[in-house]
């Protein structure tokens, strides 16, 4: 049992599973002896019991969730044999004392593994198990209070251990919070939380590498995979002594240009064993996938494929992220500020079926967080209802300023003349006179992708989230700062930190580490030239957002005084650092409201 299973073969086993493990299996007929091997995934979400257990050594906490499945029922006994190692044959060896370092081989032998577990946890619990069974409770039956002092023996050492790490090495930890939560970095960001082993791993047909087909990863079923169980699979494509054209790529989503377009996620091929660690969604070379529904998923290069593909999710009604209709910039605005505010119906998948539900407002899930974060860190003296008042006031911010560029006359021009195509010939919305905010675009209908593939190469659609940033000062000055200073006795320190979480907010709601302009920058981007009908536009939105705001607060009605804006400086995004962390966490707060709103705007219409 394994988590390489279609969800209907898995289904299946645990179907079979719950029946031949199930309360009062003593009354089964067949009177048959049954051994289940299995891995971790039965630690939890499995009904089932047995009489003999036999584990690996793992962390305390797992061990215990295992040991859960050994007379689980009321009235059974039952025993649970640990060990912490186990004879290997010749053939397996390699793999028993495998790890995740690209080291050359020395002549000092490896130590014994608990791949995916750490060593230090394991080898700890493994003295405490040592302890009970030495100990004059070693015969007696382990109870719940027992569990609990053995949680607490190791993992609230383990806790404070992680804790001195941090505290000793303060600058190292700075230096990685940096350069992850600004720039990015994978491998930065993989020092500062838990080891996560298991990865997402996805198989495409054939034609796909061919023909440079873009596939939505969120419209397919991903298999979960250990980290150590492909990395095995890294080190025997180098140890055959030749090169194949590729094993592993890289889904990730695109950069630069592409990332404010309909482009959907790029595969980059893997060349090294770090990359591969690093990497949460993982193409597999189907040449070397083979399925089979008793096995489930195998992967390795001396294996024939058997034409296996990563099959779509079971619901032809799931709304691809990258498929789009048109919305004018009025009504695209007013419709996340619904999204904030209103509840409205969906579809999720519930133990394997998909149920309809109603989605709760982004307000209900963000706004008690962010009045707490604000209340906590930043202005103290404000009551909880003045706090989350605050909080709201700084998303709508961010809604009404995020598209603000997508009212230049270039990104007009070149969003309308699609729209006239999809109009014309994919049966779109009429475009009319509007100001638009999105067009029709489906990424489904191969004859529409190259169409639009073809209008974007002679008419470049300009970018517009570190724009929309750039031209959010000006409102920001006029409508919030007044009420930062005047109601909420902030400071300036604190008034251009509170700006400034609404611009990042602004400007990466599109790239998570866009950093916006730097020196050279300046020459290619001239100024912002917006569109004629602009101002109108703006005000529009104003006047039908701002009548759902909590009616306790006078605001300056916005918009932007100039239908020109010079861009002479460099703009920087990048202006928190670990200092001043209370406005990093209010920012994330923040943009993610603005996402959140974005993305069910788009799913409600």
Sequence with gaps: MNSRFLPEDRAKKEAYLKQTFALNWQHLEDKTCHLLIATQVIEAGLNITCEVMHTHLCPMNSLLQRAGRCARFGGETGEVYVYRSFPVTPLDQDWAMADLDDEPETETPKQQRFLPYTRDICELTWTVLQAHTESEQGSQSVGFRLEEQWINQVHSLETQRQQERRANNQMHFEQHLNAALFQGEASAAAELIRWVDARSVFVWSEPIFFDDEPIDPQQLLAFSMPISSLCQVWQAVKNLGYEIDWMFKRIENPKGRATETYSQPVCVPITSRESLVTTVRILVNPRYVYYDDQIGLLISPHLVGNCFSSPPKPSQKRHSEYRYPMDNYVGHLVLMWKCWREAFPTRVRRNGEWVAIQLRPVRDELLSAGGRLIRAKIFPHLSENQAEVLFEYLVFFAVFTHDLAKLQVKWQNVMRGWQAIAYDEFGGRNPGSHLLAHTD?????????????????????????????????????????????????????????????????????????????????????????????????????????????????????????????????????????????????????????LRLCDQRSVQLR
Excluded at 487 to 501: E, G, K
Excluded at 574 to 592: A, G, I, K
């Design 441 to 593: 675009y489906d990424p489904d209908d191969p004859v529409q992708r190259e169409r639009l593939k073809a209008y974007e190469q002679k008419h470049r659609r300009p970018n517009h989230a570190v724009e929309s940033a750039f031209l959010s000062r000006e409102i920001l000055k006029v409508s919030l700062l007044p009420l930062l200073r005047d109601h909420f006795q902030a400071d300036v320190q604190q008034i251009r930190a509170i700006l400034h979480t609404v611009i990042m907010a602004t400007g990466r709601h599109h790239s998570a580490w866009a950093a916006g302009w730097k020196i050279g920058d300046v020459a290619k981007i001239k100024g912002i030239q917006l569109h004629p009908e602009a101002q109108r536009a703006i005000a529009s939105s104003w006047r039908c957002m701002v009548r759902f705001l909590p009616q306790t607060l006078p605001l300056q009605p916005a918009n932007l005084s100039r239908e020109f804006y010079p861009v002479t400086h460099a703009f920087d995004l990048n202006r928190f650092d670990t200092s001043q962390l209370e406005y990093l966490q209010l920012y994330l707060l923040v943009v993610r409201g």
